[in-house]
């Protein structure tokens, strides 16, 4: 079965560009989709389709996907943005979501 | 508003069943796929299930497929996740969740609920 790797961690300073992998056979053959989770929240989504921004998500938020690596970007880090990310692909008729990666604002 | 309030929650033995709802509200439910995604207590998102808008396309994950079964009324507005055979395994934080867009069968997950917490245990 297909399997999403994301990295546990990552930290960033504030002011500074964060980038969260997500790696998968051939993952650029597939939708890419990013979730934002915050502690005791449901989880918000912020890219679909590899790159585009749902209404009302930042500007600062980006997504690209090639080969076998999927990349969450987040510019100008502000603390707010200290949350779990997840990454989300369909792969023969299920839908899957990498580990999750902490983000931590240093 | 977009809004969907999960339901039917509880502490539940192993071996027993359990019937989780979801109630939607502020959109045209049944041009929709839904879904249900489980998180247990300090751990990442799992899928569990998913059915297209008109019921015509249903998927399970490994870990439940045989023992839960998905469907919606779009008359009523709801989702449903009918649950038998429970396992401590099971116990974790069920959202639902529509999809981005109409009449796609796989997609991003747009709206969340707060979800409903179940726990397996004797």
């Known amino acids: 079965s297909y399997v999403l790797t994301q990295p546990p961690s990552v930290s960033v300073a504030p002011g500074q560009t964060a980038r969260i992998t997500c790696g998968g056979n051939?993952?650029?053959?597939?939708?890419v989709h990013w979730y934002q989770q915050k502690p005791g929240q449901a989880p918000v989504l912020v890219v679909y389709?590899?790159?585009d921004r749902p209404s009302g998500i930042p500007e600062r938020f980006s997504g690209s996907n090639s080969g076998n690596t999927a990349t969450l970007t987040i510019s100008r880090v502000e603390a707010g943005d200290e949350a779990d990310y997840y990454c989300q692909v369909w792969d023969s008729s299920s839908d899957l979501f990498g580990g999750g990666t902490k983000l931590t604002v240093l | 508003e977009v809004q969907l309030v999960e339901s039917g929650g509880g502490l539940v033995q192993p071996g027993r069943s359990l019937r989780l709802s979801c109630a939607a509200s502020?959109?045209?439910?049944?041009?929709?796929?839904m879904h249900w995604v489980r998180q247990a207590p300090g751990k990442g998102l799992e899928w569990v299930s998913g059915i297209s808008w008109n019921s015509g396309s249903i998927g399970y994950a490994d870990s439940v497929k045989g023992r839960f079964t998905i469907s919606r009324d779009n008359a009523k507005n709801s989702l449903y996740l009918q649950m038998n055979s429970l396992r401590a395994e099971d116990t974790a934080l069920y959202y639902c969740?529509?999809?981005?867009?109409?009449?796609?069968?796989?997609?991003?997950?747009?709206?969340w609920g707060q979800g409903t917490m179940v726990t397996v245990s004797s």
């Open positions: 502020g959109f045209t439910f049944d041009d929709y796929a």
């Open positions: 969740a529509n999809g981005l867009r109409p009449f796609r069968p796989a997609d991003a997950f747009d709206i």
């Open positions: 389709d590899d790159s």
């Open positions: 051939n993952i650029g053959s597939k939708s």
